[in-house]
């Protein structure tokens, strides 16, 4: 199996030429295939020797059916899959083409070798959680549509169990991975802002706070921590965390995490 290699760019990303496509590319600026498996052009992608090399900004004109085929035929690792995938979500906001790619990968190679792997393991546990933090955007979009209620919630029940399906998955990978607590934790505040139970407030607190104490200082528990603070009315601690989080990451913590903090201010007199 194939490994990512470094690029000279941080604007593309390398895969080694070593299955069924090594010596049907044609050099230059793009990428000609003969495999019939695979798209007769793809622009964006140059092959220089045994190498082909993937421009993130030219990313979009790509259909992700390509570039799965790609790395399906180079037997590239989940990492590799992983990197791809996360530039069509980041760089394009492409999160159909995103899933897609993950989908693939986790049925191709969640596998006992790869599992067992430090790098892929991550790749795969963060494949998960990836795949399921769409299906939460999904479900957090479903609530603030104003459609039949009954509807609305047999909607929004589906994408929580396709999310919880992941979970599980990842948990057999590792049960103590921070970003799944914190994903579990975000679908618990989207409960909450369902059906206002404190049971789910607590969970999703005790989920946060157990993604801090796995990896301290991340965004989504600092974030989520802030949350749940604010919702409960503790809004000095909401304050705090909410701080930490945009002291860390000024850029990261967007918009959303300035406002919260105002409003916190206001709570608390300041």
């Known amino acids: 199996m194939s490994s ?3 690029s000279s760019s941080s604007n593309s990303i390398i895969i080694p030429l070593k299955g069924s496509l090594k010596g049907s590319l044609n050099n230059g600026g793009g990428m000609s295939m003969s495999n019939n498996n695979v798209g007769d052009n793809i622009n964006n992608i140059d092959n220089i020797d045994n190498i082909v090399e993937i421009f993130i900004d030219e990313l979009s004109s790509t259909p992700s059916s ?6 399906q035929s180079e037997e590239c690792p989940p990492s590799l899959y992983f990197k791809v995938a996360n530039a069509y979500r980041v760089h394009h906001k492409l999160v159909k083409e995103h899933d897609e790619i993950l989908n693939k990968a986790k049925d191709l190679h969640d596998t006992e070798k790869n599992r067992k792997d430090p ?4 790749a795969l546990l963060n494949i998960y959680n990836s795949l399921a933090q769409s299906l939460l955007t999904q479900a957090s979009a479903v609530s603030s ?7 609305k919630k047999a909607q929004v029940s589906d994408l929580h169990s396709q999310a919880t399906a992941l979970f599980s998955r990842s ?42 104490r796995e990896r301290p200082g991340v965004l989504p528990s600092l974030l989520g921590l802030g949350a749940v603070n604010y919702l409960s009315g ?29 409003l916190c201010c206001y709570k608390v007199g300041q």
């Open 4 to 6: 990512l290699l470094s």
């Open 66 to 71: 390509d570039i799965i085929t790609l790395l």
């Open 119 to 122: 790098k892929e393991k991550v």
């Open 145 to 151: 549509q104003a459609i039949d209620l009954n509807l």
């Open 171 to 212: 948990d057999k990978i590792d049960q103590f991975y921070y970003a799944t607590w914190c994903n579990k934790g975000r679908m618990l505040l989207l409960q909450y802002q369902e059906d206002k139970t404190d049971k789910a407030l607590e969970r999703a607190r005790y989920y946060f706070e157990t993604a801090r």
């Open 234 to 262: 503790s809004y000095q601690a909401a304050l705090e965390h909410y701080a930490k989080a945009i002291e860390l990451f000024p850029k990261e913590s967007g918009a959303g995490a300035r406002n919260a903090l105002g």
